[in-house]
């Protein structure tokens, strides 16, 4: 699965639109761009994902730059429940090898 | 349905005592994975499995084993525990082989703490 990179650390305001990016040159053409958060201790969960197309769904948005080597998952207007650490990850659609998580983004939603 | 379920949710061991950690999935995934997690710190990937009677080492295997005899079950053993066993693990899920989605289901996390 390709590598992937995030900032260690975000800000938002409350009610803003929060974009996080994600940084993914090596993907191959059969990997989707998956993004799951984590609040405080709980289990990650499954926030959107995508393979070229942008996605949108009641959560998220996810935008895919048309080289597939970046993108954005955009929080359209955050709240103070959004605060958690965000996870960008690309892999095969139907792999199930080694899946492995970076640090991701620690996004921070201020009132 | 209940997704990921893990058990316990907590324990306390003394060093060298051993114990396992169970993970039920009632998605009928394919996948199964178990993560360790200390604090402050990201997931990291401790086994796999790809399919019933099937497992695979990830990036933090030492100290323990896994076992996958049911599609539905997995567990993972500690046979002797160490201090530096101390965190929290989760277990997820993935792969819906009749929907194709690959989506991780993860359970809500099993704190352990070795003295």
């Known amino acids: 699965d390709a590598k992937t990179t995030q900032p260690p650390s975000m800000d938002c305001a409350e009610g803003r639109a929060a974009n996080l990016p994600c940084n993914h040159s090596t993907i191959s053409g059969n990997e989707y761009v998956y993004w799951y958060r984590q609040i405080h201790s709980q289990g990650p969960q499954y926030i959107i994902h995508?393979?070229?197309n942008n996605e949108t769904n009641e959560m998220a948005s996810l935008i895919i730059t048309e080289d597939r080597k970046s993108s954005t998952l955009i929080l359209p207007h955050a709240t103070l429940r959004d605060t958690a650490v965000y996870y960008c990850?690309?892999?095969?659609?139907?792999?199930?090898?080694?899946?492995?998580f970076g640090g991701g983004t620690r996004l921070m939603v201020k009132p | 349905n209940a997704g990921v379920t893990q058990t316990p949710k907590f324990r306390v061991l003394k060093t060298g005592q051993s114990m396992t950690l169970l993970c039920a999935q009632d998605?009928?995934?394919?996948?199964m994975y178990w993560y360790r997690q200390d604090p402050g710190m990201g997931l990291r990937l401790i086994h796999y499995?790809?399919?019933?009677?099937?497992?695979a080492k990830g990036e933090v295997p030492d100290g323990y084993n896994v076992s996958r005899l049911k599609k539905q079950n997995f567990l993972l053993g500690l046979e002797s525990a160490a201090p530096s066993q101390t965190s929290v693990y989760f277990c997820?899920?993935?792969?819906?082989?009749?929907?194709?989605?690959?989506?991780?289901?993860f359970g809500a996390g099993s704190r352990l703490t070795v003295l």
């Open positions: 998605m009928n995934h394919e996948y």
């Open positions: 499995s790809v399919g019933e009677g099937t497992t």
């Open positions: 990850i690309v892999r095969v659609g139907n792999a199930g090898n080694m899946l492995t």
């Open positions: 997820a899920s993935s792969y819906d082989r009749s929907s194709g989605a690959n989506v991780l289901t």
């Open positions: 995508g393979l070229k």
